[in-house]
């Protein structure tokens, strides 16, 4: 008997196959030609993906008490939070002309 | 007392044995093994909770400086070792199915596995180690260390920058690669020592079914840094469209 419920190591050989693949994905679409902020959108895609695999199966958060799931989540809320506002000054900075004396 | 004289049932001795070791790793602030178990866990987790905010805010400054000097940050992109930078992704993630397998190992109360697992783990720790010294030291004659082996020169010309303020923005990036995976490096290295501490205590059957918590605990933190690498890897080597094959 064990802690936790114990999962498959075909499970586990299944998650890391598809990571791998998902690493060829993302270095092979680093060679198509793409202008603008593309390559780092897909690359962020790719990679939110992958994180999830490692957390959700790796890190057993599938299996995880609902604790461990508000950790993970107060965490990514502080982030998002840190990303949107900080990126929401700067997006926004070309929008309105700089007029001194107004 | 049992039919062949001895005190208890061979089922007996071993519920007995089964409740003392229950009783020696269930410290007494604890209800039961589980709740133990799980406190020690969202520890960890919350320890990474802040981990996610120390790197949260590289990688925010990193997007930000991306978003303003676009064209900068993608030639001086176009220049790390991609090769050596996908290597060490699948480097890490096998390391993640180790440690995974060294947990699952545990789980099964299989002592020697689990030392087993780890000291692949702790082989491969030191593989993506040993790839990114030789990745610096390709740095170091590429010219790619600002304030140290940097030639502005080679940056300017018709089809590549125009001006000493854009190669200050290359120099930028450049600073934000050596900070983020020297800081990713030394996570790598405290776990790596973390992996053979905990090796050395599976080898002498410190874990058992009912108690493994540090190996899962270690396993989240590996697992951790493996997130971050995945990160790393379109931020900092795939910005831009690679045009060339090789190094």
Known sequence: MSLEPVVSVRTYALVLLALILLTFLTVGISFIHLSGGWHITFGLLIGVVKASLVALFFMHLLHSPRLSWLIVFLALVWLLLLFALTLADYFTRELIPFMPGH | ?247
């Not at chain 2, 918590?213 to 493996?226: G, I, K, M």
């Open chain 2, 1 to 247: 007392m049992s039919s062949d004289g001895k005190l208890l049932t061979a089922d007996e001795r071993h519920m007995l044995e089964h409740s003392i070791l229950v009783r020696h790793r269930l410290e007494e602030q604890f209800e039961n093994l589980e709740q133990q178990h799980f406190t020690g866990t969202s520890a960890m987790w919350v320890f990474l909770a802040t981990e996610v905010m120390f790197f949260g805010a590289i990688f925010l400054a990193l997007a930000v400086y991306r978003y303003k000097y676009p064209l900068e940050f993608e030639k001086a992109s176009e220049r790390l070792e991609w090769i050596i930078g996908g290597t060490n992704t699948i480097v890490l993630l096998l390391s993640s199915f180790t440690i995974v397998m060294a947990v699952h190992s545990a789980q099964l109360g299989e002592s020697k596995k689990i030392a087993r697992f780890l000291a692949i783990t702790a082989a491969l720790g030191f593989l993506f180690l040993i790839f990114k010294g030789i990745e610096y030291y390709l740095d170091y004659r590429e010219n790619l260390i600002p304030g140290w082996r940097f030639d502005p020169g080679e940056w300017l010309g018709p089809d590549k920058l125009q001006n000493a303020q854009q190669v200050g923005h290359v120099k930028l990036f450049l600073i934000f690669y050596w900070v983020m995976t020297l800081i990713h490096g030394l996570h790598v290295l405290i776990g790596i020592v973390a992996v053979l501490i905990i090796m050395a205590l599976a080898a002498r059957k410190h874990f058992s079914p009912v108690y493994y918590t540090p190996v899962e605990a270690l396993a989240l933190y590996w697992h951790f840094v493996d997130i971050v690498w995945i990160f790393l890897l379109p931020m900092l080597y795939l910005l831009g469209t690679h045009t060339h094959f090789g190094f």
